[in-house]
């Protein structure tokens, strides 16, 4: 049985198949979702937030935006997170 595409919903067919964070991909679907890039990722240079895949750059920019932190592991790599929210109870 042949799986559906995450990205784009087609079939996927085992020569064009990418598994990221247990999702089924096309290879050429696993791309920046940032609205001005697409830049096509590798399974090792990408970040997740919320179900959605981007580059390094778009990645802390919206962390970044967003008030988040990220781990950067020297120059070329770094950790795919999701953004957590989370508040601490006031002091009584």
């Known amino acids: 049985a042949n799986c559906k595409c995450a990205r784009c919903g087609k079939t996927v067919y ?3 198949e990418l598994r990221v964070d247990g999702q089924v ?6 791309k920046c979702e940032h609205s001005n890039c697409h830049k096509k990722l590798s399974t090792g240079n990408f970040a997740a937030i919320s179900s959605k895949y981007f580059c390094k750059t778009h990645y802390i920019q919206l962390f ?29």
Request: some cysteine; proline content about 5%.
């Open 14 to 16: 085992k020569m064009e």
């Open 25 to 30: 991909l096309h290879a050429a679907c696993f």
């Open 64 to 92: 970044q935006q967003s008030g988040g932190s990220y781990d950067v592991f020297g120059d070329s790599g770094f950790c795919k997170s999701e953004i957590v929210t989370s508040s601490k109870p006031k002091p009584s």
